[in-house]
């Protein structure tokens, strides 16, 4: 987009203010039409700086003080979909109007920055979609915010000095680097003056020594270097409004035109061969003094590399290993930073703060920071789960532990995957996509578990699957809502979210768990009450006997009682489930997709068809390879995890029932969760809600019927009859939900009542006694 410079006439910006207000007078109410009309001249609109929330300050009005759509003047993508806001809307369309949901919901127009993420956010509204909050194209550097670009410099810009060097980060960075880095450096530098040839370097490692203790407000410099490139910033512009041809005869003659100024850059001196190599010098510092820093500075990137906060630490010594130390020892200095420079210059090497809390965000090649650093434990945790099959270096207990923890960077990797060939495909694919990889994830851990129980002639794990499946179900209906809602209900006070498409999720809800626990249902009522012992006071009839430990049991009852009766009613509630998650997507995806009212459009009011170029991170291909590898992984690790668990079920005090709904249950669903959170602080809780009640639906709509299935082809006794407890808290927490969704409002009080009732559950499950078969 070109910049033009100019100034505007005091009596051109009131009529440019007259006839943008007019125009907002007349604009065509959204719910009538689809698009917004385009303007008649590219001059009515004002040249603006970045708009998206996570670029920078928005200087256009808020959405909630119209109902109307709001666009700039930018080649951008945008997604229009109804979100909670605080005022309300005006509505006359003519399928909706007269509903009440509507009333109390505004448009938000969503920026997208290309076809590929307009489609993405499209998806994450569609029911049955995989939420997913993370780009899968490459966002350009310059549309960043000042915060962002900062973690991705490579630390040789040398900026004003904004704030006070003593910080808490870098006084952590003394202690866990700097005094033994610095150490390293005092201990090589006799040892290079003893050689002789080495005084040179013997000078470079007593700076280095005396830099790294504390390198922070300092410079390394080559010597001779003397030229700053200032880095220019494009002036803010405003667009002149068109003139008309009336206005030209009362034009001033004379006028001075805006007259481009042109900042010379002085060029860089031609770069000069360095003779350093040749020098015996060179020979002893590589011999003796690099190998030994090499593996120091490897050490300590690598540390702080994971520990991921600290990567300008990792980024420094990067820097030193591979630029500083391989210079000639007479071209590097070191200047302390002037407090007073007002202006950017590049240096070798510079860094400001060791610890930046920001680094969350940073990504490698649209991969997250801590999916990136856990891949080593998924090798770490294969290498050992089959080579030490005695557990002669590992217990069974830590290996359980890193291969439940191995899950969930694959989860997340599978995740990403999904959206990514989503993003870049038809609906078709991205509907079967999700359908086909959505819950692999669960679906591998519970068929290894059912399988290795049946090898192992025991009851238990199939009782760990179940209440592996509630663990899900509570969690994702009353953990993953409840904390988005506290998060985003501290940020923004009061959320809003469109209440009729949460009654869908709530309805669609109340069938899978009645589905799911009709044969259950069924059992009691026409099972056998059995009890462990009964006992009465000898020659007194009178009294009732007192028995124990009674449940009923359909496994001692008579067999026609399972093969004629429980066994087709759990296969026709398998196939009813996903028929009505069929006729789910059917509703909200195509005979009332205004639900959604999801519109994609581009600055301008049209549809967005290719705008802006972008780079996705993960093509179609290499998505669906990361998918098929991850799912690989992820049986693997599945397998490990249920293999190793055995010590933890006989031998650990905490029940059997606990271990399944929390552990076995949530961790897998951890990259959910922060999907959830980060839609509730961007204040989008309506997605937050989706992302629990989309996975809550696919448990007892999808998994369970093909477990079902799964069992039908191979027998590994799994029944679809679940314990008392699993059954009244999943019934509880689906109705109290479902009040807590009526307003179409929350706020973090609610949420905490959410998650009050779910820890109330998990003490329930921690205290109660293990599983008969357990």
Not at 193 to 215: D, H, N, R, S, V
Not at 458 to 487: D, H, N, Q, R
Not at 623 to 629: D, E, N, P, R, S
Not at 740 to 760: E, P, R, S
């Amino acid at each position: 987009m070109s910049y033009k410079k100019s100034s505007l006439m005091p009596v051109d910006v009131e009529n440019l203010r007259r006839r943008s207000s007019a125009d907002s007078e007349h604009s065509v109410d959204p719910e009538q039409h689809h698009h917004v009309p385009r303007r008649q001249s590219q001059t009515d609109w004002l040249c603006v700086g970045p708009h998206h929330p996570e670029l920078g300050a928005v200087e256009t009005p808020s959405p909630d003080a119209s109902a109307h759509y709001f666009c700039h003047f930018t080649p951008k993508c945008f997604l229009t979909v109804p979100r909670g806001g605080h005022g309300t809307s005006r509505s006359t369309s003519s399928r909706c109007g007269e509903e009440g949901w509507h009333e109390s919901t505004t448009k938000t127009t969503i920026r997208a920055e290309n076809e590929v993420e307009a489609q993405r956010e499209a998806n994450n509204y569609k029911f049955g979609f995989r939420k997913w909050k993370g780009n899968v194209t490459e966002k350009p550097i310059e549309d960043r915010s000042d915060i962002i670009k900062g973690l991705y410099s490579d630390l040789s810009i040398v900026k004003p000095q904004e704030g006070p060097v003593v910080t808490f980060g870098n006084i952590v960075y003394v202690i866990l680097f700097g005094w033994w880095i610095s150490l390293i450096y005092f201990i090589i530098c006799p040892v290079m003056f003893l050689t002789i040839f080495g005084a040179p370097y013997g000078k470079l490692c007593f700076k280095m020594a005396w830099y790294f203790i504390w390198p922070f407000g300092k410079s390394i410099e080559k010597a001779g270097d003397v030229v700053k490139r200032s880095v220019a910033k494009p002036p803010k512009c405003e667009v002149i409004p068109e003139e008309r041809d009336s206005d030209k005869d009362s034009r001033p003659l004379l006028m001075s035109s805006p007259i481009p100024v042109e900042i010379p850059v002085p060029e860089l001196p031609a770069r000069i061969t360095s003779k350093h190599w040749c020098r015996i010098s060179t020979f002893v510092w590589l011999l003796l003094g690099y190998p030994v820093l090499a593996v120091v500075h490897s050490l300590a990137c690598v540390l702080s590399w994971l520990l991921v906060f600290p990567i300008p630490v990792a980024k420094m010594n990067a820097r030193t290993l591979t630029i500083v130390l391989l210079m000639a020892p007479e071209d590097i200095q070191i200047h302390r930073l002037e407090k007073t420079l007002e202006y950017e210059t590049r240096v070798i090497l510079c860094c400001y703060q060791a610890f930046n809390v920001y680094y969350y965000k940073y990504t490698v090649q649209g991969i997250n920071i801590f999916a990136l650093n856990m891949l080593p434990l998924v090798l770490f945790t294969l290498i050992i789960g089959y080579t030490d099959r005695e557990h002669n270096v590992c217990s069974a207990e830590a290996k359980f532990t890193t291969a439940i923890a191995s899950i969930i960077p694959l989860s997340y990797y599978i995740g990403m995957g999904i959206a990514s060939i989503s993003a870049q495909s038809n609906f078709a694919v991205g509907a079967v996509v999700n359908a086909t990889f959505g819950s692999i994830t669960e679906m591998t851990f519970y068929i290894t578990a059912l399988l290795q129980g049946h090898n192992a002639k025991t009851k238990c794990y199939e009782e760990v699957v179940k209440s592996a499946l509630t663990g899900t179900l509570l969690g994702c209906i009353l953990f993953v809502p409840g904390i988005c809602m506290i998060i985003g209900g501290i940020k923004h006070q009061e959320q809003r979210f469109n209440s009729r498409s949460a009654g869908v999720s709530s309805a669609l809800l109340f069938i899978s768990v009645g589905g799911v626990f009709a044969p259950t249902l069924f059992s009691k009522t026409f099972g056998n009450l059995m009890c462990e012992s009964c006992t009465n006071i000898p020659g007194n009839a009178s009294l009732a006997f007192v028995c124990k430990n009674c449940h009923y049991d359909t496994s001692s009852a008579d067999p026609l009682l399972i093969l004629s009766h429980i066994e087709p009613l759990v296969y026709t509630i398998s196939v009813l489930l996903p028929s009505a998650y069929l006729i789910g997507l059917i509703f909200t995806l195509k005979t009332h997709s205004h639900i959604y009212d999801i519109h994609i459009s581009d600055g301008q009011g049209g549809h967005a068809h290719g705008a802006g170029h972008h780079v996705v991170h993960w093509s179609r291909w290499r998505a669906l390879g990361v998918l098929i590898v991850s799912t690989i992984l992820m049986a693997c690790c599945a397998d490990l995890s249920t293999e190793n668990i055995e010590p933890i079920l006989t031998h650990s005090r905490v029940s059997q029932y606990f271990i399944g709904v929390t552990v076995l249950a949530m961790v897998p669903e951890l990259p959910e969760i922060v999907n959830g959170i980060q839609f509730a602080l961007q204040n989008n809780i309506s997605l937050s809600l989706e992302v629990g009640s989309c996975i809550a639906v696919q448990v007892c709509m999808i998994q369970i019927p093909l477990l079902v299935l799964f069992n039908a082809f191979y027998d590994v006794g799994f029944v679809l009859v679940f314990s008392d407890i699993h059954l009244w808290a999943s019934i509880f927490s689906v109705i109290l939900v479902n009040y807590i969704f009526m307003d179409g409002k929350c706020d973090y009080f609610q949420g905490t009542a959410l998650v009050v009732v779910y820890l109330i559950l998990l003490a329930l499950y921690f205290f109660a006694p293990s599983p008969r078969s357990c």
